[in-house]
Each structure stands twice: as structure tokens, then as C-alpha cells.
């Protein structure tokens, strides 16, 4: 059995760019949830997503849109990046029906210049 | 609204001491309390759900509603269990299933010295 994993591992980009954050799922896992974790700080939760559709959202703003695929894998976009974007950003992933139990990867670091 | 508190961002102990991290939340629903671990160059991971009342690696923590907190608790600590903790959260709904919506508290870091 796979576990969760994630590309790139770290990528710089510059203030106003576009990125894309690619997660591929644990094998059997249909729920794949987001979040961003800032330097000395929790994970914090972006959004969820369960059989495709987005399914919870916290607090970000709408340039934070992301996907899922038929195979689970699921991919974050980030649009006109800020500094504050600056983060580890993670993807876990949970067996249906099993959502109290999630399974990360090991992150990608972004780095906003 | 929901937040969870961790109020120390480093904690220190020798081998054989008893260990606590406190752990406090705010919620206003039925909550599902999670400690997460990150040992060094690991990734994050499940350590205990108070739902299973269970005791892991010789750590247990227990839910109290009244004062709102799920401390994690060992009685003798161990060099290997030095790494970051997370005390997380995450609502229920009416059937009693987790969101797995993840609600993180800071961490905290734990060093056990031989």
C-alpha cells in the first residue's frame, strides 16, 4: 500500500504567479483535504474534497481553488500569489466514511518571493 | 467557531519523567479530539482519538467537556518520543461522523534529555 504523496517538494515562485500543488492519494482513500502550514504554526485547514466535489472550505480566499480527480489524486491552485502564501502546504487523504483518520504527505514547500 | 489552544510551545523533560501536553478547545458542537505527531523528518501522523480510548505508544489522553481540554499524558517519557505535537479538532454531525475537518492547535516540542 502507497502512501500519500506530493509534488513538487519545494518551489519558489514570485509575487503575482500562479501555482499548481499535486497530491497523489492513499490507495482505497476517496477524501483528500488541504492545508497550509506557515512557519511555527499549525496546519490550517483549506478545503476538503470527497467523490470530485468540493465538500468544506475554511477560511481562505477564492484564489485558493482546487480539484479532484477520478483516480483521487487531487491538485491545489493558488492564483496571484502573495508573500503571506509563503508555507508548507499538505494534502491528507482518509478511507470513506473514515474521515477521522487522516494520512498525510510529506508537503510541499512554497516559498513566495 | 472552533479553536484549540496549545499553551506551551516547548516542553523539556528527562528520561523516566512523567510527560503532559495541554491540550484546550472551544467548540460549540459535538467534538472529535485528535493528537497528531511529527517526529524529525517524518511526516505528520495520528497518535491517539479520544473516540478510541486508547493508549499508544504509552501515551493516553483523556476528554473532559467541562473544562473544555484533552491533555496527553505518559508516565515515563522516552528519548524517541521527542518530536512536535499537535492537539487538533474536528465537529460531528448529527449521525456522529467526523467531518475531517482538522482544527490544529500551534504544537508543541517535546524533548526528552537522556
Known amino acids: 500500500e502507497t502512501g500519500v504523496t506530493q509534488s513538487p517538494t519545494h518551489l519558489i515562485k514570485t509575487r503575482g504567479q500562479q501555482v499548481t500543488l499535486r497530491c497523489s492519494s492513499q490507495s482505497g482513500h476517496n477524501t483528500v483535504s488541504w492545508y497550509q502550514q506557515a512557519l511555527g504554526q499549525g496546519p490550517q485547514f483549506i478545503f476538503q474534497?470527497?467523490?470530485?466535489?468540493?465538500?468544506g472550505r475554511g477560511n481562505f480566499p477564492p484564489r485558493f481553488s482546487g480539484l479532484q480527480f477520478p483516480n483521487y489524486s487531487s491538485e491545489l491552485n493558488v492564483n496571484a500569489l502573495e508573500l503571506d502564501d509563503s508555507a508548507l502546504y499538505l494534502c491528507?487523504?482518509?478511507?470513506?466514511?473514515?474521515?477521522?483518520?487522516?494520512?498525510f504527505g510529506p508537503g510541499t514547500r512554497l516559498t513566495v518571493l | 467557531a472552533q479553536r484549540v489552544t496549545q499553551p506551551e510551545k516547548l516542553l523539556s523533560v528527562f528520561k523516566g519523567a512523567p510527560v503532559e501536553l495541554k491540550c484546550n478547545y472551544s467548540y460549540s458542537g459535538s467534538p472529535e479530539l485528535f493528537w497528531y505527531v511529527q517526529y524529525s523528518r517524518q511526516r505528520l501522523q495520528l497518535l491517539l482519538r479520544?473516540?478510541s480510548r486508547e493508549s499508544i505508544k504509552g501515551f493516553t489522553a483523556d476528554l473532559n467537556k467541562g473544562e473544555t481540554s484533552f491533555h496527553l499524558k505518559k508516565p515515563f517519557a522516552q528519548e524517541e518520543d521527542s518530536a512536535m505535537y499537535y492537539c487538533a479538532l474536528s465537529g460531528r454531525n448529527a449521525g456522529g461522523t467526523s467531518y475531517g475537518k482538522l482544527t490544529f492547535g500551534q504544537g508543541t516540542i517535546l524533548t526528552v534529555h537522556p
Open positions: 479520544h473516540i
Open positions: 474534497y470527497y467523490r470530485e466535489e468540493e465538500n
Open positions: 491528507a487523504s482518509s478511507y470513506p466514511d473514515r474521515t477521522d483518520t487522516q494520512y
